[in-house]
């Protein structure tokens, strides 16, 4: 039973990426803006990637400044919104369906102030099953 619960923690470990305690600088003021950039890669056992799927936590507390995380490959983006700063939920999950391939992750918010977020973040294949995922160390621009 421990080996079973040992499992079940490991495997929703490596179910998602993170990128933790970032931060959007007050001095850039409210067009502060971070790019992050992360590769949806095939494997041999999954195939190819056919998504990006992630969302955005604001880790500030209560405060009207609402961040948002847009996804884009391809021509292709999408947008979701954390309204709650604070609490523990992040914002409604969102994916773009560009395949293999460099996907762009933009963070901003709405008004001058720092603004710490969390990203979760990972790469599917048509099935819905995890595939590799690379993990940004520096982001492509840091506001």
């Known amino acids: 039973m421990v080996l079973s619960l040992f499992s079940a923690g490991y495997a929703a470990s490596v179910a998602a990426h993170d990128l933790k305690f970032k931060l959007l600088f007050a001095t850039n003021g409210a067009g502060a803006t971070d790019v992050w950039e992360v590769s949806c890669l095939s494997s041999s056992t999954l195939g190819d990637s056919a998504r990006l799927v992630a969302n955005i936590k604001d880790f500030s507390p ?13 021509g292709k983006a999408v947008t979701s919104t954390d309204l709650v700063g604070g609490n523990d939920a992040y914002s409604p999950l969102v994916s773009v369906n560009a395949g ?21 973040y990972h790469c599917e294949n048509a099935a819905g099953d995890h595939t590799p995922t690379t993990v940004p160390t520096t982001p492509v621009q840091d506001q």
């Open 62 to 74: 209560d405060d009207s400044n609402f961040i948002s995380l847009v996804i884009y490959k391809d």
């Open 100 to 120: 293999n391939g460099v996907y762009t992750m933009i963070a901003n918010h709405t008004r001058v102030g720092n603004q710490v977020y969390f990203i979760e």
